[in-house]
């Protein structure tokens, strides 16, 4: 008990510790590279579980995409973006890492984002991606790359459902993005 208290503090809670590699749980006081990994797998089981029970959840909104990715999106140290492929009645088919970058940025192609939309023979898709840092406010890069997704996805008469970036939860703001809902998809 004294151990996992003393881990919450110096680890930020369960989000920071979820965010914490295992070389350096492995060197805390007390656990050990056997434990760390024990850890390690039991955040990837909580994260597994919880989107489980969102698989057959139809992705009708920004708030239930970002509760389908968040759990695996939020302890994530660089940022990561991914394509959600959805069937006709927006439900998951399959979920793919398209990029991943730094602490701050992560580059895209259009045609790698669209491919797995178009390998399993989908209209309908939406994209995540994360802010490490917990600001889900979107940049300049964000707004270009979005805008040039909706339209290849308009020429290839593909639906772009939305663009979620993941934060954290705050009192300022919310804990996600959403180009649909901000009236920023075409």
Known sequence: MAIGRRLLDNHGGL???????IQILAKEHGLGPAKACQLA???ELGNR??????DLVELTSPEKIYHFMAPQ???LRTESLRVIVLDSRLRCLTVQEVSHGSSNQTVALIRDVLRPVLLNQSN?????HNHPSGDSSPSRADDRFTKSLAEGAELLDLTL???VIVGWPSSNSQPYYSYAENGKLL
């Open 49 to 54: 579980l919880a989107r489980r029970k969102l």
């Open 41 to 43: 797998a039991a955040f």
């Open 161 to 163: 459902t939305d663009h």
């Open 15 to 21: 989000p920071g510790l979820a965010r914490t590699e």
């Open 124 to 128: 309908n898709f939406a994209v995540v």
């Open 73 to 75: 999106m939020q302890s």
